[in-house]
């Protein structure tokens, strides 16, 4: 196991009895959700002051040590006239994105939705006066999306109490500010906006065992099929974190989950033009998807409410791809074929799936250690490939030319 461990980050693992429990079913099937990093710092988005800040987007208060008295006036002017609840869905949608987890807090401590616990929050304290994460929650119930929320636990650079901010705050009380004010806003989150999928804590940091404990108890009690992250921290989420846009190099037997962007930021940024090609996002979700894992893609709308351009293109093309190919994705687990460089392969019951990244120019598919009686195309369903046996294995006679230009699925059963 030791090729995984470089992918998975110390205290970013599956709790003991997650694997067993069935609060994960609908995650397993989902294998692809969507992430969205949106908030104050969509307004600088990299640059303070006429200089680019280096790094990601979301970091820009940290990286340029803004106090807090000039980063909160960010708040007056955040008004996303064009945010559209509905087409945001839409858009997870069509990408065949099953799950949405948004930034309720990210470490900003700027809320997207409305706090008794703080103004501090869009409804409250920005001119847009919307409860951004109640029109989200209700639309993903209209339209079939679990609706899931991030929450910064222990970075929180607004809350003198919250961790993080060494330029603004001296001494803090930490467990206060995780009794006081991060539980009721917990509750509020876990109350007011409907069922919760999953709350995706990050950054774990100094939070000691038994107040990671006490946060899952609290969600716990609130809504017990919630499923938690496995950054609460000290190994007590329902499954492991990957590090950020990092892929293991084999199949683990533990629920895991890849967050990733898809250019370099998650807040968005105007100078990061790093977009992944399509062909490079769909392996990706299937290496993942092959390997056991979920695939938790990124956009990071501007401070108008907008999702990038070139994020909806590459989100709809891959949204084209699963409609053709989607059953050997969701409610896969990952298949036979392992350590192959030019395939990937997942199942499900008695199909095995057969991803080919790189299709042979004579067309003949040449897989040892494995039998079957027949072999399809997803995206020619109708005309059967031939196999013939070859020295312990077989080899699927297909076209020359690659049916699929991103990733040809072949089901063999
Ligand atoms: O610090 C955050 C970062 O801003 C972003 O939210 C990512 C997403 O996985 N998590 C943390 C870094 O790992």
Redesign the pocket.
């Known amino acids: 196991m030791a090729h995984l461990d470089k992918a998975f980050r110390e205290g970013r693992g599956q709790r003991a009895d997650a694997k067993s429990s069935t609060r994960l079913d609908w995650w397993r099937e989902a294998r692809f959700g969507m992430f969205i ?1 949106w908030g104050l710092y969509a307004i600088p988005a990299g640059v303070w002051q006429g200089e680019a800040i280096a790094g ?1 987007g ?2 820009i208060m940290k990286r340029a040590e803004v106090p807090v008295a000039e980063y909160e006036q960010l708040a007056k002017q955040f008004n996303p006239v064009k945010f559209d609840a509905k087409a945001w869905v839409a858009l997870a949608k069509a990408a065949g994105q099953k799950y949405m987890v948004i930034t309720a807090k ?2 900003d401590g700027f809320c997207l939705f409305q706090s008794e616990q703080t103004d501090y929050n869009m409804a409250d304290g920005t001119p847009f006066a919307r409860d951004v994460i109640k029109e989200l929650a209700e639309e993903c119930q209209r339209q079939g999306i679990r609706f899931c929320f991030y929450y910064s636990q222990t970075q929180d650079w607004h809350h003198p109490n919250g961790w993080g901010n060494d330029w603004d705050f001296g001494a803090r009380d930490f467990n206060n500010y995780l009794e006081t004010y991060v539980k009721p806003q917990l509750t509020e989150l876990l109350t007011n906006y409907g069922p919760i999928g999953l709350v995706w804590f ?2 774990p940091m100094i939070i000691e065992e038994e107040q990671s404990r006490a946060l899952l108890e609290h969600c716990r009690l609130l809504q017990p099929d919630c499923i938690i992250s496995g950054r609460l921290g000290n190994t007590l989420g329902d499954y492991a974190s990957a590090g ?1 846009n990092k892929i293991p190099d084999g199949a683990a037997d533990w629920d895991w989950e890849t ?1 990733a962007t898809i250019n370099d930021t ?1 807040g968005f940024k105007t100078n990061d033009h790093n977009w992944k090609s399509t062909e490079d996002l769909v392996h990706k979700l299937v290496d993942i998807v092959s390997k056991n894992g979920n695939y938790l893609l990124n956009v990071g709308p501007t401070a108008e409410g907008v999702i990038p351009q070139p994020s909806v293109d590459r989100l709809l093309a891959m949204g084209q791809w699963l409609d053709v190919n989607g059953e050997a994705v969701y409610g896969t687990q990952a298949g036979p074929i392992q350590g192959v460089p030019w395939c990937r392969s997942t199942e499900k019951g008695d199909t095995v799936y057969l991803h080919v990244f790189d299709w042979p120019s004579d067309g003949r598919l040449v897989l040892e250690s494995v039998s079957a009686e027949t072999a399809r195309l997803l995206c020619a369903p109708a005309s059967a490939l031939s196999i013939e046996p070859y020295d312990g294995g077989l080899v699927i006679v297909g076209p020359k030319e690659a049916p699929d230009k991103i990733d040809t699925v072949v089901a063999l059963t």
């Open positions: 990093h990601i979301e970091w990210h470490h990050d950054t950020d967050p998650w």
